[in-house]
């Protein structure tokens, strides 16, 4: 059997190591990629450390911009009384995809996960808490995964805000337990952002 050579099979690694890119996959990407135009793969490396060196999350909601604040804080049409809350910078790409929310976004970077060593105190929630004093935000819109995690962090944030007066609602549950909202289709979140429901 023939050994690849070495620059390539380094290149198979790295691509392999990126979500969603199994190695099969990498391997397809990779052998297209030493088989393209010089000029091509310049262009791909340009685009890919530019993207790295501009691309920034938000100071205000976290997602992921090259201005700061990003557009969507900095859009005075949207509804600055509503906010949802996401687990990722992704998420908020997902849901402006459904074409229906049109409040702001904050941005938790990630879930309470005791068995993972992360607490309300590794998430964005004081962050969230500031806005909601600062920008007059009336209801929080919990969009998190429907796995234990994502609960529990919605019950956590739901305690915390809900005696402030604050409306706490999470989207209707359209979704697959366990699965990411980028994996959900446009006409699901759209659905499940129109049901969403008060929690407590």
Known sequence: MATLPEPLTRL??????????GPRSAERIALHIVQAE????QQL????VAARDSVRPCQVCGALTEKQPCAICSDDRRDGSLVCVVERPVDIIS????????GKYHVLGGKISPLNGVGPEDLRIV???QRITSENINEVVIALPSDVEGDATSYYLAKVFKPRGIKISRIAQGISVGTGLEFAD???LSRAMEARREII
């Open 186 to 188: 446009e006409l699901t």
């Open 38 to 41: 010089l000029g091509s793969v």
């Open 45 to 48: 490396v340009e685009a890919i």
């Open 12 to 21: 198979i690694a790295g691509l392999s190591r990126l979500p969603g890119v």
């Open 95 to 102: 849901i402006e995809k459904s074409n229906t929310y049109r």
């Open 127 to 129: 962050s969230l808490e």
